[in-house]
């Protein structure tokens, strides 16, 4: 196959990953933010203890990370049927990517939440911050560099199993080179096909890394060295007072 002829198959199948990975990372990160972060919450000695809540999420959560991408997408197809009307194309496949999305990204965000100072979730509680003030203006923000790393982790992820989804008629890069580059025996195709990938995930990871670099870097001079500096000034004073 000429290049001539592959340029056109190439645009159409990274239309459509772009359209898989956009839609069900936008949906894997819109519901799996408030997963991870309920799942901190709930957690023994977190803000709203409820280890029930806790055990029954994290179990979900388990569930859903441990199961295979192909097997999850067999065990939907149901369901995917109901949402989109078909089990094939790039649309029906967004269902199943979002899905197995959604408890990947909610066990990074839960990671990237617990990683936050817990002196500063303090020093808001004394100042009579609620908890929907601390995970606003605290848990998040002191979170975003960890959690655009991890969102650029989803991605990438999502890129694979949408790869796998092309093996069962959810087109895209993986259908192509499954169809064109495996079933007709054009190599040539299959090595490009798979060269662009390698050049898209190092392209998104570089991105990701360049973001939550910055991000990392602006926040050292942001809201929370002035709550750690409070902190620290609290034990001062109270030492002041005790020798008065």
């Known amino acids: 196959m000429t290049w001539s002829e592959m340029q056109p ?6 239309w459509e990953t772009l359209i898989m990975v956009g839609w ?10 408030p997963l991870g972060v ?4 709930s957690d023994r000695g ?17 569930v859903g990370r441990s199961m295979p991408f192909i097997i999850l997408m067999v065990a939907l197809m149901s369901f995917t049927r109901w949402v989109t009307g078909t089990t094939i194309g790039s649309e029906a496949a967004i269902v199943p990517l979002a899905i197995g999305g959604i408890p ?5 965000v839960e990671t990237a939440v617990r990683e936050v100072d817990g ?3 303090e020093a808001v509680q004394s ?9 606003r203006k605290v848990l998040v923000p002191e979170a975003l560099p960890s959690l655009i790393a991890s969102t650029t982790t989803t991605v990438i992820a999502l890129i694979g199993y949408s790869a796998m989804a092309g093996t069962v008629g959810g087109g895209g890069l993986g259908d192509l080179a499954v169809r064109y580059g495996y079933q007709r025996f054009d190599t040539g195709l299959m090595w490009i096909t798979v060269a662009f990938l390698a050049v898209v995930i190092s392209l998104i990871q570089f991105a990701g890394d360049l973001a939550a670099r910055t991000l990392h870097q602006r926040g050292r001079g942001g809201a929370a060295p002035a709550l750690r500096l409070l902190k620290a000034k609290e034990p001062a004073a109270a030492d002041i007072g005790k020798v008065a």
């Open 119 to 121: 002196g500063l979730v």
């Open 46 to 62: 977190g803000l709203l203890q409820n280890v029930v809540v806790n055990k029954v999420v994290g179990q979900v959560v388990n």
């Open 104 to 108: 990947f990204f909610a066990r990074l």
């Open 127 to 135: 100042m009579g911050g609620s908890t929907w003030t601390i995970v």
């Open 9 to 14: 198959l190439l645009e159409q199948a990274s």
């Open 38 to 41: 309920l799942l901190v919450l």
């Open 24 to 33: 069900s990372t936008l949906i894997a990160v819109v519901a799996g933010l």
